[in-house]
Each structure stands twice: as structure tokens, then as C-alpha cells.
């Protein structure tokens, strides 16, 4: 089956580092991907990882996959308040078509 | 300035009418998508594009139609059956199928 669970919320300090959790559930699903939503916008693109590495380094972001437990995580180093978004977690089950199932994001709140 | 644009930004629907979305891209991709987001939730299928005129049924069609006619072009009508239409509507595109998928800014619709 596809469901993608994240936690609701997340607040953290200015200069702290952010870890925002995902679980999956299709092992089949080739790419995993994060997206950034800020209030009223659409979705940004921050990263992707695909299925077979087990980390991704993009500047402040880190992203870890282990398969195993169908986990995703993404690291946010130096947390900023302009970090303030909902964080999604996407996966594209092999189904033939690139079709994302999306997890209920993950509210990051970042405090002076 | 290559990027994926919707409008209106807001739109209003009366009872027993139809509206319609429009979504733009000058990406050259061939694949496009329409989502709906409600508030806490996840991003659920309307209806994608594969290729010009060809589209399919997502998760959740039942009182939305959409048309492509062109490559650039993927607009979504929300008819008078849908009776929930108060959401946040994105549109996606992708190179092709199985690619990543990029999203314009948002419309939000709301009924009188």
C-alpha cells in the first residue's frame, strides 16, 4: 500500500540544526523526494535521493534513506527563521506513471 | 524566464457554477499535473497529462474535467458536481513521465 507519515510539527531555535522524519511504506519507489511549501505558495524542490544511495549532501542539507526501515530523514544545519515552511515528504511508487504520494507535511517553526 | 504559472490567484465560485484554472508552463515538459491540498493534509491527484492530448483519472476526478490541446497548456475546470471545491489547487509538470516534478504557485478557490 502507499501512505507516507510525517510529524505535524517541529520548532527549533535560530543556529539549531532540524531533523524532519518520514516514513514510507512502497519499497518499490525509485525516488524520494522533499519539498518546501511557504504560507500561500506552491511547492519548491530543496532535494531528491534515489533509492539506491543512502545519503545526499546539498549545502545545509542532508538527507538520509535507510531502506530497511523505509525511513527518510531531512537535516536542516544552521536552522534560519526564513527555514519557517511545511516540509514535505514525497515517494513515486512504481505504478508506470510518476505519480507522488505525499506525506501531510511537517510544520517547521523557527524561533529567534 | 522559464517557470510554470497559474491564475487567477484566487477565484470565486458561486453555487451551480463552473470555473476553471488555468496552468502554463514554458518548460518544454510533456507531462503535467493538477493537485488539490486541503488544510493538514497532503497533495491528492486530480487528473495528469502524459503527453498532448492524451490525460487520465487520478485519485480523486469525480467533478473536475481538464483538456490539453497544447504542449504549454493543462487547464482544469472544477464543475458544478464537485461539492467540496474549497481547496488550494496546484499544477505540476515534469519532462516526461517518471521525472521530477515542478510546481507553479497555487490558486486558491473559494465558494460564495
Known amino acids: 500500500g502507499e501512505d507516507v507519515e510525517q510529524s505535524l510539527f517541529l520548532s527549533v531555535r535560530e543556529g539549531d540544526s532540524s531533523v524532519i522524519n518520514c516514513t514510507y511504506t512502497?519499497?518499490?519507489?525509485?525516488?524520494l523526494y522533499w519539498y518546501k511549501q511557504e504560507p500561500g505558495a506552491g511547492l519548491q524542490l530543496l532535494t531528491y535521493?534515489?533509492?539506491?544511495?543512502d545519503m545526499k549532501q546539498d549545502q545545509r542539507l542532508t538527507v538520509l534513506l535507510n531502506k530497511k526501515d523505509k525511513h527518510l530523514s531531512l537535516r536542516i544545519a544552521d536552522t534560519q527563521t526564513g527555514d519557517s515552511a511545511i516540509y514535505f515528504c514525497?515517494?513515486?511508487?512504481?505504478?508506470?506513471?510518476?505519480?507522488?504520494?505525499f506525506g501531510t507535511g511537517t510544520r517547521l517553526l523557527v524561533s529567534p | 524566464d522559464g517557470g510554470i504559472t497559474q491564475s487567477p490567484k484566487y477565484l470565486f465560485r458561486k453555487e451551480g457554477q463552473n470555473v476553471t484554472l488555468s496552468c502554463e508552463q514554458n518548460?518544454?515538459?510533456?507531462?503535467m499535473y493538477w493537485y488539490r491540498q486541503d488544510p493538514g493534509q497532503g497533495l491528492r491527484l486530480i487528473y495528469y497529462s502524459q503527453i498532448v492530448n492524451d490525460f487520465q483519472k487520478g485519485d480523486i476526478a469525480e467533478g473536475y474535467s481538464v483538456s490539453r490541446e497544447k504542449k504549454e497548456s493543462f487547464p482544469l475546470t472544477v464543475t458544478s458536481a464537485q461539492k467540496n471545491p474549497t481547496a488550494f489547487y496546484l499544477c505540476a509538470s515534469s519532462i516526461r513521465q517518471q521525472e521530477t516534478q515542478y510546481f507553479g504557485p497555487g490558486t486558491r478557490l473559494l465558494v460564495l
Open positions: 535521493i534515489f533509492s539506491n544511495m
Open positions: 518548460l518544454n515538459h510533456d507531462a
Open positions: 514525497a515517494e513515486n511508487p512504481n505504478t508506470g506513471f510518476q505519480k507522488l504520494v
Open positions: 512502497d519499497s518499490s519507489s525509485t525516488y
